[in-house]
């Protein structure tokens, strides 16, 4: 066997391998396995890799801008999330689109927004470390292909999901950290907002437009520099 015949054979192999990523979660997905975002969702508009496929409508990836600055990762899709293949698209995301606004960040071109898992837990309940765990491969892959200088995490299961931290998210909110050479700023879930809509000065609502207006001027920045 002539070394061209031996190496089209092992790329066949690899792309084999790379063709069971959907159906069998013991495949990593090895950084730089896709090419761009449409080729990573058309594996996971067919993923099996964990139990939330069974109930999903729509697999959601992400909206915005796949080449934004700013990522905003939340938990999980919910109900209107899984009946359009959008996230952040209900109340919650409504409310994530007025906080953006606030300091003109607009969500279709400034930020690209996506989740730990991209099919809806039953009854909105938090996807368990199992589902995180057969998920988050592929949210680094959108990590890398979108390239973000800042990511906020939005709620203790994003946090969790993408550094290990554990803490709660009234500790940390507002803290940038750095996360593989990236700024990372743990904040609010939107819901939490909706939940406590008090703008008192202290309130969930008044600390998270301290937040906000702390990732714009860090955005400023960073357009500035590059
Ligand atoms: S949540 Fe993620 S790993 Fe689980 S089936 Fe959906 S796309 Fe696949």
């Given at each position: 066997m002539n070394s061209n015949t031996q190496l089209s054979l092992f790329a066949e192999a690899n792309f084999n391998q790379k063709d069971l990523i959907p159906t069998d979660r013991k495949i990593t997905i090895p950084p730089h396995t896709y090419t761009d975002i449409t080729e990573l969702t058309k594996h996971c508009e067919i993923c099996h890799r964990c139990g939330l496929s069974e109930n999903r409508t729509h697999v959601v990836v992400g909206r915005g801008n796949p080449q934004a600055k700013i990522m905003i990762i939340g938990e999980a899709p919910g109900q209107q999330e899984d009946e359009t293949g959008l996230p952040f698209v209900g109340k919650s995301g409504q409310l994530l689109d007025k906080i953006l606004a606030s300091v003109n960040l607009n969500t279709e071109t400034d930020v690209y927004i996506?989740?730990?898992?991209?099919?809806?837990?039953?009854?909105?309940?938090?996807?368990?470390?199992?589902?995180?765990?057969?998920?988050?491969?592929?949210?680094?892959?959108?990590?890398?292909?979108?390239?973000?200088?800042?990511?906020?995490?939005?709620?203790?299961?994003?946090?969790?999901?993408?550094?290990?931290?554990?803490?709660?998210?009234?500790?940390?909110?507002?803290?940038?950290?750095?996360?593989e050479g990236r700024l990372c700023m743990p904040i609010f879930h939107p819901s939490y907002l909706l939940r406590n809509p008090s703008k008192e000065k202290g309130s969930p609502k008044w600390l998270m437009w301290q937040d906000i207006q702390s990732v714009k001027t860090k955005f400023e920045q960073l357009t500035v520099n590059s």
């Open positions: 996506c989740n730990i898992v991209k099919c809806r837990p039953p009854e909105n309940r938090v996807p368990t470390p199992d589902e995180m765990e057969a998920c988050i491969p592929y949210l680094l892959e959108q990590i890398r292909l979108v390239n973000p200088k800042i990511i906020l995490l939005t709620g203790a299961t994003a946090v969790k999901g993408i550094t290990g931290n554990k803490q709660g998210i009234t500790k940390i909110r507002g803290q940038w950290m750095e996360w």
